[in-house]
């Protein structure tokens, strides 16, 4: 096990957490002499399974030294907001309820044991799709989360 446990650590550092998201600004919100500033970071991505939807999370990253080499943990805060920005066409298994609380995004927090995860679930009387984001860590999560719900309108193309 011990010849293993190098081999376990870079797997851990170099495995992407699900989807990818791009960041559309950021500002800083505490001076650090050494290192970057605290900041709030804005970034954007889609929903893969569903095409015509957006998210948009806003959440706090750590600057100072352990930030700038990848070893600071970042706080539970985050925001989130989900729009349709296309037609939406749900897939059966999403509309029957059977993929409620699917991960559609994940980011490392932390060096080893925190994510902060964005899940979703299907309203179906209300034909709503509601995105959670919230924080986990191995031992102790947080009550930190926030929603966002994306009414599904019918669209249509203008030409």
């Not at 991505?45 to 999370?57: K, R, S």
């Not at 990253?61 to 729009?83: F, L, M, P, W």
């Not at 296309?86 to 994940?106: A, C, M, T, Y």
Request: aromatic share 6%; proline share 6%.
């Amino acid at each position: 096990m011990k010849r293993h446990l190098p081999l376990l650590l870079a797997t851990l550092f170099v495995l992407p957490a699900a989807g990818s998201a791009d960041v559309i600004g950021e500002v800083s919100t505490k001076f650090k002499v050494l290192g970057p500033n605290d900041k709030i970071v804005v970034e954007v991505f889609d929903d893969e399974d569903i095409p015509g939807v957006a998210c948009y999370l806003s959440r706090a990253k750590t600057g100072g030294i352990s930030g700038a080499v990848g070893v600071a943990e970042d706080t539970s805060d985050a925001a989130i907001a989900c729009r349709q920005i296309g037609p939406i066409q749900l897939p059966e298994d999403i509309r029957n309820n059977e993929r409620d609380g699917e991960e559609v995004f994940k980011k490392r927090t932390s060096l080893l044991f925190k994510t902060m995860q964005v899940v979703r679930f299907y309203d179906a009387p209300r034909n709503v799709l509601v995105y959670l984001t919230y924080s986990d860590r191995i031992i102790e999560g947080s009550p930190k989360n926030s929603i966002s719900v994306v009414p599904i309108q019918p669209w249509t193309i203008k030409e």
